[in-house]
């Protein structure tokens, strides 16, 4: 009660400063004038008809700013950038579309992509955006990038004013999606201080940065893409008890929300729900118990055997935990790919707890007296990890929990920090968060590293491997699509049920928001992973009714 109370007393002078910030009178937002403007008005942002209040979680705050070489755009950021440019966009399903590129053209071999860009773009302080900026963004980004792998790219080129080549590596055919996250910086303006005081040639200029509290945005004048309806949007940054009663207080126009209060109702507001790529699930390494050349703990020997992870995947019913978890806010997760053009829908598989027992009493796995199913002295037992800080992924782990002990499984569950996370989940599984507008969410997970393991958890196929690198290396985007899909499941082999299934996916989670009632939101397209930026990716197409 006490954290409650607290959120609501920073969330209402929160607001105070924001509506002053969008020309609101102050005293509005206070006491009962404001509860009735929240519950019978259109409220602040409706003064003008063009302004927008958004609340969004902390972590959405870009620590290093507005600098696409640190982390703006993609990561936690992902979405289309607000203040910069991009070459290409992904539409709304998914595929790939253009932002300031004109055309694109791939060599035979995939090692040189050439493009041609708009030749009527400015930047915000009146200079002109020239293949020259491009290719100082992209080799900017390839040498500093704190978030995005950009060791395929050996280095990028001005041809002219309008054409730009990319010198690869390698080859590397979903080139399009990194180009689709890449703002496009000034060579003229870049410095040190660039992602506190951005400039870009997008949809809205940064006016105004209140650390901690705010940013505010003003459209862009000179933008030359379709004409901005929300001239001015306000983002604040709130944990998600103090969003939702400056939502109750009328003091936002639209609010990140979580599950937990989706029983709720607020006046004047209505629960929007956007479907997801954000996804849970954990690994299960897939290698017998040893240790790493550090030391370290590597494998297990109950989630090794083949048969114990096909029985878990078809054990575990998706949908009860949905209504468990997530009050039926969100979709089954079968694979880190759902709904993706790249998607193989033979990862989808049906509950089964019946046929799950059957799997391990044939591989040999029997209940004891204590109802715990061994095999050679093995008990049918794991530790199963959750970021202490997550509550969402608690839950689901205790789901697990509950249903796996009805096969005769043990599971304990236990909160980690993220600084031994990554190497406790080699032994033991990890409640994960993924999903991305890119293949490489699944190159990443699945593919063998130069150590001879995945990433992530241990686990190595060498046909899986090779399905990804022919991806890759194809000269037609759509073409590796199947190719990805085969890495999946091929009919013999992947890492699908039949295959060798060394990740659970259970939920994709919806994005929840409370928004003002007369606040039309543009339509949305499948969010990836992070409760943040993605709901503004259009907001320049939201508009007031």
């Known amino acids: 009660m006490k954290k409650r109370i607290g959120s609501i007393i920073i969330a209402v002078s929160l607001s105070v400063c924001l509506l002053s910030a969008c020309g609101a009178k102050q005293e509005s937002s206070q006491g009962d004038a404001g509860r009735e403007r929240g519950n019978t008005s259109l409220g602040a942002s409706m003064e003008t008809g063009d302004s927008v209040i958004v609340a969004m979680g902390p972590g959405s705050e870009p620590e290093a700013g507005f600098d696409p070489a640190y982390g703006w755009g993609a990561g936690e950021h992902v979405h289309e950038p607000l203040i910069q440019s991009t070459l290409t966009v992904t539409k709304a399903d998914l595929s790939i579309g253009y932002d300031l590129a004109t055309d694109m053209k791939v060599s035979e071999d995939g090692l040189t992509w050439t493009v041609t860009i708009r030749d009527d773009v400015k930047f915000s302080d009146g200079e002109p955006l020239t293949a020259s ?26 041809i002219d004013d309008t054409t730009v080549e990319f010198h690869m590596a390698q080859a590397y055919s979903i080139w399009p999606y990194t180009m689709a996250i890449v703002g496009i910086v000034p060579e003229h303006a870049y410095g040190a201080d660039y992602g506190e005081h951005p400039i870009g040639s997008g949809r809205y200029l940064m006016k105004q940065w209140d650390k901690g509290q705010q940013i505010i945005f003003e459209a862009n004048p000179d933008y030359y893409g379709e004409e901005i309806k929300m001239k001015r949007v306000t983002v604040v940054f709130m944990e998600e008890d103090a969003a939702f009663a400056a939502a109750k207080a009328g003091q936002v126009d639209l609010a990140y929300t979580a599950a937990a209060y989706s029983d709720q109702t607020i006046d004047g507001y209505t629960l929007l729900s956007y479907e997801t790529v954000d996804n849970r699930g954990f690994n299960l390494p897939a290698l017998p118990a040893g240790t790493d050349a550090d030391g370290n703990l590597l494998g297990n020997d109950f989630t090794s055997d083949v048969q114990v ?237």
């Open 309 to 545: 992870r096909r029985a878990i995947n078809i054990g575990l019913n998706r949908q009860e935990m949905l209504e468990n978890v997530v009050n039926g806010y969100g979709t089954p997760a079968y694979s880190v790919c759902d709904k993706m053009p790249w998607y193989n829908d033979e990862a989808v598989v049906e509950c089964d707890p019946a046929r799950a027992a059957a799997i391990l009493e044939e591989a040999g796995w029997k209940k004891a007296a204590d109802g715990i199913r061994e095999k050679n002295g093995v008990r049918a037992a794991f530790t199963l990890l959750y970021p202490a800080s997550d509550s969402l992924r608690q839950a689901l782990a205790a789901d697990t929990q509950n249903q796996l002990k009805e096969l005769g499984i043990q599971v304990t569950i236990e909160g980690v920090g993220w600084d031994t996370a990554y190497t406790r989940a080699q032994a033991e599984p990890l409640m994960w968060g993924w999903g991305a507008h890119s293949p490489m969410e699944l190159y990443n997970i699945y593919h063998t590293l130069e150590g001879g393991l995945a990433g992530y958890s241990p686990y190595t196929n060498e046909t899986v491997d090779k399905y990804m690198d022919q991806a890759l290396a194809a000269s037609d985007l759509d073409a590796s699509y199947e190719l990805w899909q085969k890495a999946q499941w091929d009919g013999e082999t992947g890492i699908t049920q039949e295959g060798d299934i060394p990740w659970i996916w259970l939920v994709n989670i919806d994005h929840l928001y409370w928004a003002r009632e007369h606040l039309q939101v543009a339509e949305q397209k499948l969010h990836p992973h992070g409760h943040g930026w993605s709901i503004v990716n259009n907001v320049d197409q939201w508009k007031w009714q």
């Open 133 to 158: 900026d491009v290719a100082f963004t992209y080799n900017t980004v390839k040498e500093a990038s704190s978030v995005n792998d950009f060791t395929m790219l050996k280095e990028a080129v001005a």
